[in-house]
C-alpha cells in the first residue's frame, strides 16, 4: 500500500478532548499525520495563533509516544487547504464528525475540495461516544461563565483558558 499522509486541518481554538481522539485514532490508520492550524480563519479566535501552537504541543507531547513517534508534525498554514496539503505531497484531508450538525457543512467542504483536487479525499472519523456534542465554541463559554471544563480539555488547555478570561476581566 502506498505511503499514506494526512492533514488533519482546523482552528484549534482551542485543541479540545475531542480533537484529541480524531487525532489518535488518525495515527492508527496514516503513515503521516499534520495537525495543521488554520492561521488566519474567517471568524475572530479567542487565543492567537501562537497561543493555540502552543497548546496543541503541549496536548501532543501527552500523547503515548510509541504511536506517535515521527509519525505526528503540528504545523501552522495560511494559504488555501487544498495548496498546502498538495504542498504536503499528502492525499488525505481528515476531519472529525460529531452528531448530526457537522454533517452539512463538513459535507458541503469536502465535495467543494474535491472539486478543486479530485485526487484527494477527505476521511471522516467519529469521535468516542463522550465527545459526540464536544465542541470549542462551547468549552469557551462554560469557562467564561466559571464552570469546569476538566473533563473536556487537557490541563494545559484548562490553565490556559483560566489565565485568558483573568487577563480579559482586569482589562
Ligand atoms: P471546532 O471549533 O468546531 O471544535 P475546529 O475547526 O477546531 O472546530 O475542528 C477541526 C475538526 O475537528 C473538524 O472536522 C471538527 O468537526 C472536528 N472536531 C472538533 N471537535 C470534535 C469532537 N468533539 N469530535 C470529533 N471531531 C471534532
Redesign the pocket.
Known amino acids: 500500500m502506498a505511503w499514506t499522509i494526512a492533514v488533519?486541518?482546523?482552528?484549534?481554538?482551542p485543541v479540545?478532548n475531542?480533537?484529541l481522539?480524531?487525532i489518535e485514532r488518525g495515527l492508527h490508520l496514516f503513515d503521516q499525520l499534520i495537525v495543521a492550524v488554520?492561521a488566519q480563519p474567517s471568524k475572530n479566535t479567542f487565543f492567537s495563533l501562537e497561543e493555540r501552537m502552543d497548546m496543541l504541543r503541549v496536548a501532543l507531547q501527552g500523547l503515548d509516544v510509541r504511536k506517535t513517534n515521527s509519525k505526528l508534525h503540528l504545523e501552522s498554514f495560511e494559504n488555501l487547504l487544498i495548496d498546502y496539503v498538495r504542498q504536503k505531497k499528502a492525499h488525505v484531508i481528515l476531519?472529525?464528525?460529531?452528531a448530526l450538525s457537522?454533517f452539512e457543512y463538513?459535507f458541503e467542504l469536502a465535495l467543494t475540495n474535491r472539486r478543486m483536487a479530485a485526487d484527494i479525499e477527505t476521511v471522516f472519523l467519529a469521535?468516542s461516544q463522550e465527545?459526540?456534542f464536544?465542541?470549542?465554541?462551547l468549552v469557551k463559554e462554560v469557562a467564561r461563565h466559571g464552570g469546569n471544563v476538566s473533563p473536556f480539555v487537557p490541563d494545559y488547555v484548562n490553565r490556559c483558558l483560566m489565565e485568558k478570561i483573568q487577563s480579559l476581566a482586569v482589562r
Open positions: 488533519y486541518p482546523g482552528t484549534f481554538d479540545t475531542g480533537h481522539d480524531i488554520v476531519r472529525g464528525l460529531r457537522d463538513e469521535p465527545y459526540v464536544l465542541r470549542a465554541t
